[in-house]
């Protein structure tokens, strides 16, 4: 008999030995820590940058809010939309979401979608054609790369964050297409680093047919002054013809958006597969999203106070002698090699901080990290005891 999936097992058998196995853990949450195999840990790996996911005063105000309206569940906006939008799965809950979130960006419009990927698998494909070149940073998050793909668009890298290549290539290949998509993150999210996007605008807006993607997944809540991402803070929200963020990150929540003009939100309607097909997100999800949303403006204490460890951070990683140094809240510590990094997240999981390896695929060769997230629930004394930890753990080899 001949054993069908021995390709599949040789294929994990092969990730095994080049450290690159994975496996889904066992966890259970208490708040900022996370327990597993008994041990409790403070969380170091969440992308809940503002500590909302956690705050049980406001899920109970959440709660509060629609049990007021009536003493029973049918006064809460449903647990499935059962459909499509397209179908019969549109609420008045995504309605009321989608015209805030245009209010707030002061955009002509919004689209929701059901996760960061479904909405960077499905613009792109939607948008790009035979007659569009894409060009996409070096480092942009798996989903955008998977969007491109299936695309069929023709598409080129230009070296991360480095706007002299991306002017180089748009000049290159002037006259070959019609249009052109710049696709980037406005916050890299193994790098941390930050994107200077009104660099991006002066770029783009020299030519007449290009257009500007930016992914705010990391950075939506957590930067701008009234926490609408790094656009915000950098004054340009109106100039991204593109602009994506989602909610399971800062937010809490689940589920994306696009802010954009009213043609590209008809056309995606009209065209986007993930949109048409898929079932929309429960009413009662983007009920929670939309009460986040309003909120938010209100979470200003949370961001200064993250800025303020993000800059504690930096300084005690610089003093470890990492190079590489993140002006944001993540903030990567680069070690190179696959197996000690392993053993160096190990290490410092068996002292109370789950900490995760960062590998290839995940990240380019050679720059295996550790990926330490800061969230504004972590208070000074234990930044502080981890820091001592790390530098133990860094000099005890
Ligand atoms: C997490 C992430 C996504 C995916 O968003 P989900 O809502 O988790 O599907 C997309 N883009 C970037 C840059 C991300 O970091």
Redesign the pocket.
Known sequence: MVNKFANFTEHLTNLKQIGQFRTLPQLIHHGKYIEKDRRLMLNMSS?DYLGLASDLDLQQEFWQKYSEKAPHFSAFPPFTSSSSRLLTGSFPEYEQLEHLLAQRFQRENALLFN??????IGILPALADKQTLILADKL??A??IDGIRLSGADFVRYRHNDHEHLLSLLKKHQGKYQRFIIVT?SLF?MDGDIVDLKALVTLKQQFDNVFLYV?E??AIGAYGETGLGIAEQQQCLDDIDFLVG????ALAS???YLVCDQVIKDYLVNTMRPLIFSTALPPLNIAWTTFLFEKLPTFQARRQYLAQITDYMREQLAMCGQAHLSQSCIQPYIIGDNQKTVELALNLQQQGYYCLPIRPPTVPQHTARIRLSLTADMNMQELAAFVDCLRNSIFDK
Do not use: I, L
């Open positions: 992308n996760s960061g990927y479904h909405a960077n942009v998050h989903s955008m993150e999210s992914d997944a990391h989602t909610f399971g990150k689940m589920g994306a």
